[in-house]
C-alpha cells in the first residue's frame, strides 16, 4: 500500500486527504455535508472533490454512514478500537464504478450513547501520540463534544455534551442572545469567558441551569456588557461541560487531558480548564487523516 | 374603591381583568404582548382592550414596564413584599388622557436574578391562600420558571430556570427535535415522559447536560419511539429543573411546593414532583388578577 484517498465526510462539510505512506500530500475541504451536498448527490460531490487524484482505495468516515447519510453502517459497540473497526468497514460503489470503505460509528452501551468520525480522529490521535494508547482522556470539543477513555488503545467509555449546539440555539434563538450588538459574536472578551466558566464551576451539583439566566440579568444588571454576553454564554457552557463531566466519575482527572480538534476552539476549553485546576496537553491536530490511514492499513485486506 | 382594570401584559400576550370589589367581572386576552403590538402600539392596544369598560383606576403588571416595554420601572430589591411593591408603583400618562399605574419587577441581588409579572402573582397567590404567607416555596413554571421562597409574606429568594424556553429551541432548532413526526408534540406519552424526569434525576450531580443527547441517542438506538422524543425532553428538562432547584439547597423541600399557573403545565410538574418523592398543592389560577387588586388595594392613594 503507497496511496490512500481519506475522506472525513460530516453534516455540514466534507474534507478529502491524498494519503502517501501515512503523509497527506493534499487537502481538498467543500462545503458539502451530508446535509449539503450539490446536484447530483453523493457521487457529484465525490466526483469533484477527487478529481484529478489516483484511483486508489477510498476510505470515509463520518456521517456519511449515518441514517441520513450515503449508506447506513451499524454502530460498533464498545470496547472497541483500531483493529476491530477496521474488519467492521462497510462499502459501496459509487457511480464511478469504483468502491468507497466507510468506517463505522461507535456505540456506548452506556447511555446508549453515539459517535460518527470521532472514532476517527481518536485512532489517528492514538497513531500521532502512541503513549496516549496505554491510559488517557481525550477530548474532542464541539456541536456534539466528545469525552473519551482510552485504555490499552481500546476506548472503553465515551460520553457526549452537546455544548457547541446548546451554545449555538441559545445564542441564535433564545432570549440570552436578543439584542446584542450585531458583532457581538467577534468580540473575545476572555474576562468575561472565564466569568462564565467561574459561575458554570462554582454552581456546583446545581449546575449549568441554574445560572443561564445569569446571561440576561447580569447584562440587564449593568454588570454584563451587551458585546460580552456571547463570551459569557460561552464560558458558562464549556465550564459546565468540564463540571458536569468531572461530577460524572467516569472520566479519570488525574489524566492529562488530551484535547483533539480546531486549534481557535481547544484553547477555549484549555482557558477554562485552567478554572478547574487542569492542564490540557498540547492539542492534536489533523487526526481524522491519520486515523484513515490507520483504520485503512490495519484493513489490509482491501489496499 | 369597588373597581379596578388590571393589566397582565407580558412578552407574548396582554389579558386584562376588569375586577369588582376583588371579583373578576371581565377577562379579555389579546395576542399583543409587548413584542407583538398592533398598529398603534401600547395605546392602541389598551384603548381595544379596555373599550367599554368604565373609567376605573388602571394598574398594569409585567414586561410592559421593561426596557423593551411601555416604561422601563425599576426592579425592587429583595427582601420585599406586597406593601412595599405598593409604594413603589410607577406612573404613565396614556394617550386617552388617563394614568396607567405600573408595577416593578423584583430584583434578587443574589445572581443577580430578576422578574417581572410573577411578583404580582406571587401577591395574588398568598392573598388566595393566606396560610403560604408564613412561609412556603412558589413554583411558577413556563418559559423561564421561578421558584420562589417566602417568609412572613416577604419574597426572600428567588431563583430562574429557563426550562420552557430550553425546551422550545431544543425542540425547533437543535438535532433532538430534527426528523421527529410533524405531530410529535400533540403526543402525550406519560411514559416517555417519565423516563425523562428519572434520567435527569439520577444524572446526580453531573446533571441534564450529560443526558440531553441521550434524547437522540436513545432514539437511534430504538429505545425510545421518535414520536415520544418531545415528551422525554420535556421530562428530561422537567427534571433538571427540580433536580437543579432542590441542589442549590436555597429552597426548603421540606415545605410543600406551590404551584401557580397553567394547569396543565402544572399538570406536568406535578407528576414530575412525585420522582424526586414531593407533592406539589393543588394548582393556583388567576394569581395576576388578584395581585394586581391586592396591590392595588394596598396602594390606596390612587384609589
Not at 456519511?64 to 477496521?86: C, F, H, K, M, Q
Request: overall charge negative; proline content about 5%; hydrophobic content about 45%.
Amino acid at each position: 500500500m503507497s496511496q490512500l484517498i481519506g475522506l472525513d465526510w460530516g453534516t455540514s462539510s466534507l474534507r478529502a486527504y491524498l494519503l502517501d505512506e501515512g503523509s497527506v500530500r493534499e487537502t481538498r475541504s467543500r462545503p458539502w455535508g451530508v446535509r449539503h451536498l450539490p446536484e447530483g448527490g453523493f457521487d457529484a460531490a465525490l466526483r469533484d472533490v477527487v478529481a484529478d487524484w489516483p484511483a486508489v482505495p477510498r476510505l470515509a468516515a463520518g456521517m456519511v454512514g449515518s441514517r441520513n447519510g450515503w449508506r447506513e453502517v451499524a454502530y460498533l459497540d464498545l470496547p472497541t478500537g483500531a483493529e476491530i473497526i477496521a474488519t467492521a468497514l462497510s462499502e459501496l460503489r459509487s457511480a464511478d464504478g469504483d468502491v468507497v470503505h466507510l468506517v463505522p460509528g461507535l456505540r456506548n452501551p452506556r447511555g446508549p450513547d453515539v459517535m460518527r468520525g470521532e472514532e476517527t480522529q481518536i485512532v489517528g490521535a492514538l497513531a500521532l501520540k502512541p503513549d496516549l494508547a496505554a491510559r488517557s482522556t481525550l477530548l474532542l470539543p464541539g456541536t456534539h463534544s466528545k469525552w473519551v477513555s482510552v485504555r490499552d488503545g481500546i476506548v472503553e467509555d465515551f460520553m457526549t455534551l452537546m455544548t457547541g449546539e446548546l451554545y449555538a440555539v441559545l445564542r441564535r434563538h433564545s432570549i440570552l442572545g436578543a439584542g446584542l450588538p450585531a458583532d457581538a459574536d467577534a468580540v473575545t472578551d476572555s474576562d468575561a469567558f472565564r466569568r462564565g466558566v467561574c459561575a458554570a464551576r462554582d454552581s456546583g451539583a446545581a449546575g449549568v441551569t441554574t445560572r443561564l439566566f445569569g446571561a440576561r440579568s447580569l447584562m440587564l444588571d449593568g454588570q454584563l456588557d451587551p458585546a460580552a454576553v456571547p463570551d459569557y454564554l460561552s464560558g458558562l457552557l464549556i465550564g459546565e461541560e468540564f463540571r458536569a463531566a468531572l461530577a460524572t466519575g467516569r472520566m479519570d482527572a488525574a489524566l492529562p487531558i488530551q484535547p483533539i480538534g480546531d486549534e481557535a476552539l481547544c484553547a477555549r476549553y484549555r482557558y477554562a480548564a485552567t478554572e478547574f485546576g487542569l492542564n490540557l496537553s498540547s492539542t492534536i491536530h489533523d487526526a481524522a487523516a491519520q486515523g484513515l490511514w490507520r483504520i485503512a492499513s490495519a484493513a489490509g485486506h482491501f489496499l
